[in-house]
């Protein structure tokens, strides 16, 4: 499909090959420039499962233990935590990993990461926190879908020098809540100041 773009600026093409992989019409497509302003698009080869556990999340096919949420983004209690107030930050759109997230979205999650991380930090008194990102399955990503790991730590936590996430056990609403409350409400005051 050949189409002329009016809006040249929301495609954000790269200079040196003349291409981009984007969103358009809800899918990721590859964009090819073919002369100034028009450009060929192609549906990308990129590979994605609608059924992971996150879209079903996002859908609310499933529950979880939300923390925050916004148009781009959510994030939940891990149910499997490494430690207590282990919250994973996820987009809402289907991206699998790192190497096909848009900057913008990325940015956004990079904001919403660190905004997570001081509240997790002041809400449960950690003296750190571990951000963990992984991707592909050889780099222990278990999830096909875009996430980070913020996981608070205390001195002497096994987890302070654990580069790979192992779940331990599974964790109940309940005590997820507990954490998940303490949390928000960080992240309202956060917010109040800003």
Do not use: W
């Amino acid at each position: 499909m050949i189409l002329k773009i009016i809006s040249i600026e929301r495609i954000n093409q790269h200079k040196d090959n003349k291409k981009a992989l984007k969103r358009y019409d809800n899918q990721f497509v590859n964009i090819t420039l073919i002369k100034e302003h028009t450009f060929m698009i192609e549906k990308s080869t990129v590979s994605y499962d609608d059924q992971n556990i996150f879209m079903k999340i996002i859908r609310k096919e499933a529950n979880a233990c939300r923390v925050y949420e916004d148009d781009l983004l959510l994030a939940i209690m891990d149910i499997m935590p490494q430690n207590p107030g282990h919250v994973l930050v996820i987009p809402k759109d289907r991206i699998k990993d790192i190497f096909e997230v848009p900057l913008e979205v990325l940015s956004q999650m990079i904001l919403a990461v660190k905004k997570i991380a001081i509240a997790c930090k002041n809400a449960l008194q950690a003296d750190g926190i571990q951000i963990l990102q992984f991707n592909g399955h050889a780099a222990g990503q278990t999830i096909p879908h875009l996430h980070f790991h913020v996981i608070p730590c205390k001195n002497g936590d096994d987890t302070l020098n654990t580069s790979i996430h192992v779940a331990q056990k599974t964790e109940t609403f309940q005590n997820l809540e507990i954490s998940a409350k303490k949390i928000r409400k960080e992240l309202q005051n956060a917010i109040k100041t800003e």
